[in-house]
């Protein structure tokens, strides 16, 4: 099995390729939502949707989406060492075959919403069927004792995540929800903001999958330890994102990158994709444009990246399953937010008074 090579200097043209959102769509977005029949914000954040995919899209009204995608990366993580999940380690394998064929969360919350769904294997224990098999290797290694990836690790995992990206924008995909799966994984996530966030580790450290106390504690002591015995530096985007990520959070950078890239709306679930999403967001700034935030989670790093990408979560239910749940929950958000601006009638048109 040959996996996608990817150099930092792809990686730096890859980032090059997404453009800042021209202020000049959002802008004729905001026109023609004043323009419909109702007061102006009276459809709030469903308003914000509108004019935000008139600037992705770079037409006004935008174009509908019909054609949604979830991609869930699967893989399992050293960190698990550590105690920090009450879950045994075949979880992860047996999630990713249940999302494949269909009885999972995210599997029945996206036929309901008419997305389809693709899993691959990053870096899972044992490789289960029918899941896609990109395995980098059997887990990342433990941060505690050292980086979790190398720096070409990194990089095939954003690559596999790329590839996936441009597979499905090819294959007639209109917009991405990147998705996940994997044991203890919501440990890097915690890492992850709190280095790209500049937020103490404690503030963005949740309990995940039901940690009690204790281990909770365990939790947060690993995470400092692996940021600690790293030396992460927020500015080594690459070095940081290797030393205490995953491979599914990599390839879900490498996702969002190459859909932003090709102007593809991208749906964040919980609190991997948005710890993903921050860096994607150190490599590519205007990669935020192109975002929305599924759903504001009970996870504490959640509220805090979602500050830093500027971004406000679409529904609030306290959900924390992950997987892609709280974004593909999301996608019929964007599609009423579009149609509204495609067919509801508007005072120039219609005749009807604005007095």
Not at 55 to 68: K, M, N, R, W
Not at 169 to 175: I, L, R
Request: net charge negative.
């Amino acid at each position: 099995m040959a996996l996608p090579a990817l150099s930092e200097e792809n990686l730096t043209e890859l980032a090059s390729r997404i453009q800042p959102i021209d202020p000049a769509w959002i802008k004729a977005g905001q026109a023609r939502q004043n323009d419909l029949t109702k007061p102006p914000g009276s459809l709030g954040m469903l308003e914000e949707i509108g004019i935000k995919l008139c600037g992705i899209a770079e037409a006004c009204p935008p174009p509908v989406p019909a054609a949604p995608k979830v991609v869930v990366f699967a893989a399992d993580h050293g960190v698990y060492a550590q105690g920090v999940t009450p879950w045994p380690r075949e979880v992860s394998v047996q999630m990713a075959a249940g999302i494949a064929v269909g009885f999972a969360g995210v599997a029945v919350i996206s036929r309901a919403n008419g997305a389809q769904v693709e899993v691959i294997d990053v870096g899972l224990l044992s490789h289960p069927e029918p899941v896609i098999d990109k395995s980098i290797a059997p887990g990342t290694a433990d941060f505690t004792e050292g980086p979790a990836m190398t720096r070409e690790q990194a990089l095939t995992a954003i690559a596999i995540g790329a590839e996936a990206a441009a597979a499905a924008v090819e294959a007639g995909a209109d917009v991405l929800v990147p998705g996940e799966v994997g044991l203890a994984n919501t440990t890097p996530a915690a890492a992850l903001t709190a280095v790209f966030t500049d937020t103490p580790v404690a503030d963005v450290t949740g309990r995940g999958s039901g940690a009690d106390d204790p281990m909770l504690a365990r939790k947060v002591a690993a995470i400092e330890k692996g940021i600690a015995v790293n030396a992460v530096d927020a500015s080594d985007v690459v070095g940081a994102l290797a030393a205490i990520g995953g491979f599914e959070h990599a390839a879900m950078v490498g996702l969002i990158l190459e859909a932003a890239a090709r102007r593809v709306p991208v749906v964040l679930d919980g609190v991997i994709a948005c710890s993903a999403a921050l860096v994607a967001a150190a490599l590519a700034p205007a990669v935020k444009g192109y975002l929305f935030a599924g759903h504001a989670g009970v996870e504490p790093a959640i509220a805090v990246a979602l500050k830093t990408l500027e971004l406000r979560g679409l529904v609030d239910l306290d959900l924390r399953l992950g997987e892609g749940s709280g974004g593909a929950l999301a996608l019929p958000l964007l599609r009423a937010a579009a149609l509204v601006m495609n067919e509801m009638g508007t005072f120039s048109a219609q005749g009807v008074s604005k007095e």
